[in-house]
């Protein structure tokens, strides 16, 4: 078995071995990950974080011992806290890697970085205040930065933020915590899913106090939360479908 860690700020993980196949998620700085297979321009990887499996171009990311990923993956995680931040290498030069990016590899890539951090649990109410940090920041599927970030993707960064792992897609999220009967039960940081008309589970969002919730739909936003669904003011309709709210923290 091999082991890597990404050294660039974001790197694309698509769901075949192909530049144009399709976004599935993305690798951000300092993730370790499994090689599950390797080809001439690709491998197979299953991130430590969450299990999530995708591929990543070969030239992305640098091969580490198993030693060094035991070690990266068992140990509490610090992240970046800032939008963006820089890290300096070895030879001086600066890389921009966003909000939420993994540090706890630095030592083992030669690198510097003096901005602000996180680490461990934070109290639950600071969940909302994370969320915030992504407000009106583009939809994009697959996306996990401020620059660009689906659905899932934006719970799981916040909730990483502060210290809590949860899975990467909204159908695996909506598999973990308590679930609540009642919107009326919920606490500001619970989390909403909504289905299709399959009554596959496609969309999660953030519940906030006073029976609002953001999420990720166009850009990170703010909309009205009902017994239905989303309801946007805007539009005047509803435009997700509530199945069901879990409590996670």
């Known amino acids: 078995m091999q082991y890597g860690i990404t ?20 690798v951000l700085y300092g993730d370790c990950f499994k090689v599950l297979e390797q080809r001439k321009k690709w491998s197979k990887i299953r991130l430590a974080f969450d299990k999530y499996e995708g591929w990543i171009d070969n030239k992305q990311y640098i091969e580490i011992t198993e030693e060094m990923y035991n070690s990266l993956s068992s140990e509490s995680l610090r992240v970046s806290a800032d939008l963006v931040e820089y890290i300096t290498t070895q030879d001086g030069q600066l ?18 970085f003096d901005g602000d951090s996180l680490t461990g649990k934070q109290a639950k109410k600071q969940l909302i205040e994370t969320a915030f940090m992504y407000l009106n920041s583009p939809y994009l599927w697959g996306g996990k930065t401020p620059f660009g970030i689906d659905c899932s993707g934006f719970t799981q960064m916040v909730y990483k933020l502060n210290g809590h792992k949860i899975f990467r ?21 619970d989390l909403a899913f909504f289905d299709n008309n399959e009554g596959l589970i496609t ?31 805007e539009r005047n309709i509803h435009t997700h479908k509530l199945r069901v709210i879990k409590r996670i923290v």
């Open 169 to 189: 897609d909204a159908s695996q999220q909506a598999t973990q915590g308590e679930a609540l009967s009642f919107i009326e039960e919920s606490e500001p940081g």
């Open 7 to 26: 050294h660039l700020s974001i790197v694309p993980l698509r769901h075949e071995p192909s530049d144009p196949s399709e976004l599935v998620s993305q």
């Open 203 to 233: 969309h999660v969002g953030i519940i906030m106090k006073d029976n609002y919730i953001i999420h990720a739909h166009g850009c990170v936003r703010i909309d009205r939360l009902d017994h239905t669904g989303i309801f946007n003011t």
């Open 95 to 112: 890389n921009l890697i966003p909000l939420g990016a993994s540090l706890n590899g630095l030592s083992l890539l030669n690198h510097q």
